[in-house]
């Protein structure tokens, strides 16, 4: 692996700086509508019988609001709610079972909200409900996203004994004033013990997650948190750009405009991120996500096989992904489909239709060959116009003519090389990845929905 990953080109950064999808699916999440039936979901379900199932826990409850969260989430301290939420995911949990119990399961992924509200014996209950009614691989991947300011330490040795394998702890910046400025103060040692205690107990990755663009943030204090984030050598990092939107999201309203960092501070913190990591031995795997080399997600980059679905980057390319709990998403056979994201509603629907569909879209034959391109430039940042054309019996030059109309500006400025083969974006184009699969969105042609996304970086 070269060292260089990355070419930081300022004007070029400048110049294609506007909104855009993150591509964790194609069609995008815009696309669900709520003429999608059960009978469409269930036919999807039986579409592929042979592929691999990965499934997805939504658990919604938070014990405090951080006011920079965008998730859909229940603020609240009463556990006994988790217990009355479990009561309707079991009888969802038990329902989709009957049509996808059969399927060999290879991953599992709890998120929310914060999955580490549950108390030990509601995970017990749940990892339990699955076991029995799923078939989980012996060696799944089985992970949980980890509130550090709610759990204790010994939580980690229960989540282990319960196959959990996998971990990814929300960090965001370890400045107080930071914290304090969106509701999330914590304790920077214990989250070196959380680290620590996770690798003695032989998890097989930890992942930190770190936001930047919040209030109160610069070069300066965010090199710092960088700092202290390598000295706990995490196997992944996520460094998201804080999306400013208090129009959507009410508990943006506490973050005063005013002590945002201006957009060309928060582009010095990435490029500095960008240099900080790669210069440490991370591997850029794109957008907002570092691996060390000898990860499975930085392995599977370079071997060309890495995936994406609505959990971002993954090894598991080739499973079906069923999404559980309120607003929960699935990508089965060839469809999208989503929850009920209402927790009032979720209860209703699952108490009178024992599922929470909502609305989904499935995909044509044209949606598929261009998922396939998509993925394969934001995975793995090339792509072989030959196999896709084998693959889908099209002439790729004439099929994407426009698109590849679309892409000559940035051909022109060298963020992408074209062949009669192939498509590779080269080293200033990949943090413009986005930009560049956007050229083959063809629902993004068709209507200027450009505001309704966040800001590529």
Known sequence: MSTQQIIWDQALIEKYNYSGPRYTSYPTALEFHEVFTDAEFDMACAQYPERNLSLYVHIPFCHTLCYYCGCNKVITRHAHKADEYLDSLELEIRQRAYMLGDRNVTQLHWGGGTPTFLTKAQITRLMGLLRQEFRLSQDAEISIEVDPREIELD?????RAEGFNRLSIGVQDFNKDVQKAVNREQDEDFIKALVVRAKTLGFRSTNLDLIYGLPHQNGASFAKTLAQVLEMKPGRLSVFNYAHLPSLF??????????????????????????TLTGAGYQFIGMDHFALPDDELAMAQREGILHRNFQGYTT???C??????????SMIGDCYAQNQKELKKYYAQVDEKRHALWKGVMLDSNDLLRREVIKSLICNFSLDKKAIEREFSIAFDEYFAEDLALLKCFIDDELVIVTDSHIEVTLKGRLLIRNICMCFDTYLRDRARQQQFSRVI
Request: charged share 25%; glycine share 12%; aromatic share 0%.
């Open 155 to 159: 939580m980690l040795d229960h989540l």
């Open 250 to 275: 009410a508990a943006q309203r506490k973050i005063k405009d005013a002590d945002l960092p201006s957009p060309q501070e928060r582009l010095g913190m990435l490029e500095q991120t960008i240099g």
């Open 316 to 318: 598991q390319g080739d």
């Open 320 to 329: 079906d992904l069923l999404g559980l709990g309120v607003s929960a998403i």
